[in-house]
């Protein structure tokens, strides 16, 4: 037996040996493999013994997916979150309380925001055979989820995924917050008006999110100058498990662009609270005031927004909504698997204005044009 020949079977960090695996392997059905891991009377010792070689010495676990004609119902959903996004607990909270209300139990994993890590805490909740999997993914390229969905594993995504677009997905449209955030910002008179966005091309969202500004300045009949447009770059110093993108210094760094420009911006359109924080900060070191000198809204605010000092105008996201509905999918899939699944639910969100925003004053958008010209 020459595996060597077989590459499927060549384990890797992000490879898991499946059934699959060793019927090829062994020239079975799958059908097989799964009776004789099961210890069925209807395979013979023969080939359960070939099985069971194979599944030891590649370090085969049976497990849910792939003994799921054997399974046992256990009533609980999986839940893989990332620590960096604080608003997570609030969505985590509302599928629990859903998730109870339905008889379900929860179980909960951290991920570090790194492929290793969303890997391990996966492959744990498979193990633990739930019934289900709700998942925001810090890698969504992985190819394992493609295979976990085409499994038939019952799983719905946070956010939608480029390489798996058949897969349920509750998530958030971010055009239509930079849409209104931008908006809010041109009623207040503001005409050079920033955007700070993350770069990342994961998600199917992500080249549309920026549409909700460009459509906003277009109608209104302002000039787009991509020099205030700021695309927020991977940071590669920072503490394990947080988010290179979304963080205090990116938005620093942002700020330190933003407020060197001449003429500088108005009014900034920024992703989150921790961008917006930065933000906030480089604006102090430049002794530029807020909202006096420049409005700030957040397309996509947490708690955090409204213990700034100001206050940050933005987008509130709706976490609750999100998290009965994330469970009620993956809930309503495990119960009836033949039954048709909306596959796509894109949640709006509300702006909330505080004090971050106000009317830009005339003589300052006089002066800023008069350097512009």
């Not at 069971?52 to 609980?76: D, Q, S, V």
């Not at 447009?229 to 947080?242: A, F, R, T």
Request: aromatic content about 8%; glycine content about 6%; overall charge positive.
């Amino acid at each position: 037996m020459k595996t060597a020949q077989r590459p499927y079977l060549q384990k890797t960090p992000l490879r898991r040996v499946t059934q699959v695996d060793i019927a090829n392997e062994l020239g079975v059905a799958v059908s097989t493999v799964q009776r004789a891991l099961a210890n069925s009377p209807r395979i013979s010792q023969k080939t359960k013994r070939k099985v069971f070689h194979l599944a030891e010495k590649y370090g085969y676990k049976p497990n849910f997916i792939a003994n799921a004609f054997a399974r046992r119902k256990t009533n609980m959903i999986g839940t893989i979150l990332g620590k960096y996004a604080i608003n997570h607990m609030e969505v985590f909270a509302a599928i629990e309380q859903e998730a109870n209300h339905r008889g379900y139990n929860v179980l909960l994993s951290i991920t570090d925001f790194d492929e290793q890590s969303e890997h391990q805490k996966v492959m744990q909740m498979i193990d633990h055979s739930v019934d289900g999997l709700i998942i925001a993914s810090a890698n969504p390229r992985w190819s394992t989820y493609k295979e976990l969905v085409e499994s038939g594993l019952p799983i719905v995504f946070v956010t939608p995924f480029v390489d798996i677009p058949f897969a349920p997905a509750i998530t958030y449209d971010r055009e239509y917050a930079n849409r209104i955030a931008t908006e809010h910002l041109i009623s207040l008179g503001h005409k050079l008006i920033a955007f700070v966005d993350t770069d990342s091309i994961c998600f199917t969202d992500q080249s549309r999110s920026i549409r909700g500004y460009f459509d906003s300045m277009e109608q209104a009949g302002l000039s787009i100058d991509e020099k205030y447009i700021y695309y927020v770059k991977p940071s590669p110093n920072v503490l394990p498990g947080e988010n290179r993108l979304i963080i205090y210094e990116n938005g620093l760094k942002a700020g330190e662009y933003l407020f060197s420009l001449n003429p500088r911006p108005t009014g900034i359109v920024v992703e989150g609270d921790a961008l917006a924080a930065g933000l906030i900060g480089s604006a102090r070191k430049f002794n530029i005031r807020i909202p006096e000198d420049v409005s700030i809204v957040s397309s996509k605010a947490g708690r955090l927004l409204s213990q700034l000092t100001p206050r940050v105008t933005g987008v509130k996201e709706p976490h609750f909504q999100m998290g009965r509905l994330l469970a009620k999918r993956v809930i309503d899939i495990i119960e009836n698997a033949d039954s048709p699944v909306e596959q796509m639910s894109i949640l709006k969100g509300e702006l909330i204005i505080r004090e971050s925003t106000r009317r830009v004053e005339q003589r300052r958008e006089k002066r800023e044009e008069r350097k512009k010209n």
